[in-house]
């Protein structure tokens, strides 16, 4: 199963509008990471958050982080037709000496312009 | 500076046929990563490597499917003989590894889609 689960699934805003999506993840984490993906391309990494983090700013980009509820946003300001892409979180297990990233399901994102 | 490299960029073949997808890491990366995409079942490790190495290979569906990395700039992902289901998109993904075990940001290839007839 995931260990991280996107919400919503898929999400259409007019450009200029803000854009929230939520994750939610079941296991301790060492950090948490979100990555775009654009149609028939591959992901591409926008920001990490370390779980003694709670919030990080990059751009237009705003990642919020709550470790006790292992919940985390990503919120996109004043969105443009070229943020249309599906997003990920991806999570880093503590503990388990995991190296690699558990992929949540993805938000579909639909900037109309 | 090239990015991680992935050929072919798309297969069509019958079952039953082998197919290989091939991956080039960012230079200085050293670990390597595969994933499956599919719309059912979203992005699934299927193995990685660490300085070569294959540290967890429990995401590889069976024993159709292997995986090498005969050296720092090259691997494989084998499947033989392919099925239907194994039609995805096949990501490869490479990362500098990082001291005291924190999994830092991946960099990924453009993926090869793979239809299985």
């Known amino acids: 199963s995931q260990q991280g689960e996107e919400d919503p699934q898929a999400l259409s805003i007019q450009e200029g509008e803000n854009a929230t999506m939520n994750c939610s993840y079941k296991?301790?984490?060492?950090?948490l990471q979100w990555y775009r993906q654009n149609s028939g391309r591959g992901l591409v990494h926008l920001i990490l958050?370390?779980?003694?983090?709670r919030e990080k700013h990059s751009g237009r980009l705003r990642v919020t982080l709550d470790t006790s509820k292992k919940s985390s946003s990503l919120l996109i300001t004043a969105s443009r037709a070229a943020d249309t892409a599906s997003y990920f979180c991806?999570?880093?297990?503590?503990?388990?000496?995991?190296?690699?990233?558990?992929f949540g399901s993805g938000t579909r994102l639909q900037v109309q312009p | 500076d090239a990015g991680v490299i992935q050929s072919p960029r798309h297969e069509v073949t019958e079952m039953g046929q082998e197919v290989t997808l091939r991956c080039k890491p960012i230079?200085?990366?050293?670990?390597l990563f595969w994933y499956r995409q599919t719309m059912m079942r979203g992005l699934e490790l299927l193995i990685y490597f660490n300085n070569n190495v294959p540290i967890d290979d429990s995401g590889m569906p069976e024993d159709r499917f292997s995986a090498k990395m005969p050296n720092a700039s090259f691997s494989t992902l084998k499947i033989q003989p392919s099925e239907p289901r194994d039609s995805a998109v096949y990501f490869c993904a490479s990362r500098h590894g990082l001291a005291g075990g924190n999994t830092g940001e991946l960099f990924f290839g453009e993926g090869s889609r793979l239809t299985v007839l």
């Open positions: 958050i370390r779980s003694n983090e």
């Open positions: 991806a999570t880093a297990s503590e503990g388990t000496g995991r190296r690699a990233l558990t």
């Open positions: 230079s200085g990366h050293n670990s």
């Open positions: 296991t301790s984490i060492n950090n």
